[in-house]
C-alpha cells in the first residue's frame, strides 16, 4: 500500500538529481563561455554569474533526496558501524525525525519567502532581473522532498556497504 507513494517521492528525487547532472554539464558550459568572452574578447556576459548561482543553489538543494536515497552523503559512522542493529535501528530513527523537523522548518519558512517573493513582485536588481520567487521555490520543494526521504529511510533497512577498499570519500 505504500509502495506507490514511496516511488513517487523516490521517483521526484530521480527526476531532481537528473535535472542536476544537466544543471552541471550546462554550468560548465556557460562558465566557460564567460571566461572565454571575458578573457579574449574584454565582454563579459552580463548573466552567467547569476545564473550559475541559482544552479548551485539547485544543487545543493533539490538533488539532496536523492543523494540520501542512495546514502552517499557526508556522514560519521564511526559509533553507528560498530554498534549493534537495534542501535543502528534506533539512531536511524532519530537522524530521521530530526531531519524531517529541520527540513520541515526550511521547507515552510521557503514557501513563505517564495510566496511573498511572488505576491509583491520582487525581483533581482541586476540586468537579467529574475524573479526571485523562483529561486526561492527550490527551498520548499528540494527540503520537501528530502523530509520524505528522511521518513523512507527511517523505516528501511540500509544496504550493507561494499568494502571494495576504496575510501568511501574517493568514490
Not at 545543493?60 to 559509533?79: K, N, P, Q, S
Not at 524573479?131 to 533497512?157: K, S, V
Amino acid at each position: 500500500m505504500l509502495a506507490l507513494p514511496v516511488k513517487i517521492v523516490e521517483g521526484v528525487g530521480w527526476v531532481l538529481q537528473a535535472i542536476g547532472l544537466f544543471a552541471v554539464g550546462f554550468m560548465a558550459l556557460t562558465i566557460c563561455y564567460d571566461a572565454m568572452m571575458r578573457y579574449l574578447f574584454a565582454a563579459p556576459t552580463s548573466w552567467s554569474l547569476e545564473v550559475n548561482s541559482y544552479l548551485v543553489v539547485y544543487l545543493a538543494v533539490m538533488t539532496a533526496a536523492d543523494v540520501h536515497r542512495r546514502g552517499e552523503h557526508i556522514a560519521i559512522t564511526l559509533w553507528p558501524e560498530s554498534a549493534g542493529p537495534a542501535t543502528r535501528r534506533v539512531l536511524r530513527v532519530i537522524t530521521a525525525v530530526v531531519g524531517i523537523i529541520l527540513c520541515s522548518i526550511l521547507a515552510w519558512r521557503g514557501y513563505l519567502m517564495s510566496h511573498d517573493a511572488f505576491r509583491y513582485g520582487e525581483r533581482v536588481s541586476s540586468a537579467f532581473g529574475t524573479p526571485t520567487w523562483i529561486p526561492y521555490a527550490m527551498l520548499p520543494i528540494g527540503f520537501t522532498t528530502l523530509a520524505l526521504q528522511f521518513l523512507i529511510n527511517a523505516f528501511r533497512d540500509p544496504k550493507p556497504a561494499q568494502d571494495d577498499g576504496v575510501p568511501s570519500a574517493v568514490l
